[in-house]
């Protein structure tokens, strides 16, 4: 049964400035922007430019002339998460005080090293679950190899977040009502030296700022609710509806990603196709 959604819906579209947006970012604009207009709400445009070393100003200006170009329209002033630490910086404080943090010294070798070491470790959707080595050093060893200037990533302590929480459930909009499982994922790297904030945390926090009532997302970030919801417990946040949807595919089947360099929306439009026939061939 599809559930229903709130009074005034709230969607966004938020795009990492990393490369040119391609065929499939215009069908999730597309699919968030359709889903505020039918039910008369508000959609937003959002820049997740947290990656300082990968986003570029260009892609950004790519990505507003290219939205703009398929007819699309979305509220200012558009928040730009590298404009937004503040609001990261006060949440990991919170967690903190929580006591569901803990600073990760291990490298990605050292996390390799362990696992194999262990004969392997239970896999989640991102690879691999962090098999918790430096969730067991005492406080002193933490404080000390900080005070060194051991480079550290904050990671939260999931079973003790779920202590903190309880059972959790989350409202998907073609699923009905979802469990949510955070385990599947251990402890989640939240932010590191020199980019103080991650996915997780950032997107969490905007959605609530912003007063996103519905999160469109691809159905390949659905696994991620279940620590998003998580955070939204522990920080006390809004809770939105979320939709998943299917993903766009290159004509051999595989998903459309910028690291394929997929066909993009500039060059669908420097080839002479009109945004009329590019929403078609995104569905719209």
Excluded at 134 to 146: D, V
Excluded at 180 to 190: C, H, N, S
Excluded at 199 to 225: K, N
């Amino acid at each position: 049964m599809l559930s229903t959604l709130p009074q005034t819906t709230v969607t966004r579209f938020a795009p990492s400035p990393t490369g040119l947006l391609h065929l499939g970012h215009a069908f999730a604009a597309l699919f968030a922007f359709q889903a505020a207009r039918d039910a008369g709400g508000r959609f937003l445009l959002r820049i997740e430019d947290i990656d300082q070393g990968r986003c570029r100003p260009e892609f950004e200006a790519a990505i507003y002339e290219d939205l703009a170009w398929l007819g699309l329209e979305w509220e200012e002033p558009v928040r730009r998460q590298s404009e937004c630490m503040a609001d990261y910086e006060a949440a990991l404080d919170r967690l903190n005080r929580l006591g569901v943090l803990y600073p990760c010294f291990c490298t990605r070798k050292d996390i390799q090293t362990e696992i194999d070491a262990a004969g392997g470790a239970p896999h989640g959707p991102d690879g691999p679950i962090y098999p918790g080595t430096c969730k067991a050093l005492s406080n002193e060893k933490r404080q000390t190899r900080a005070e060194r200037g051991d480079r550290f990533a904050l990671r939260l302590d999931m079973e003790q977040a779920l202590k903190e929480v309880g059972a959790l459930t989350w409202n998907d909009l073609d699923r009905g009502e979802t469990t949510a499982d955070a385990r599947i994922f251990g402890d989640v790297v939240l932010a590191r030296k020199d980019t103080p904030t991650s996915y997780h945390l950032s997107v969490t926090i905007d959605d609530h700022l912003q007063d996103v009532t519905l999160v469109t997302r691809g159905e390949d970030l659905f696994p991620a609710t279940h620590v998003h919801r998580v955070l939204q417990a522990l920080l006390g946040l809004d809770t939105p509806a979320y939709r998943h949807h299917g993903l766009l595919s290159a004509p051999d089947g595989r998903r459309l990603a910028k690291r394929d360099k997929a066909q993009t929306l500039r060059s669908l439009r420097e080839a002479g196709l009109s945004a009329a026939e590019v929403r078609k061939m995104a569905g719209y």
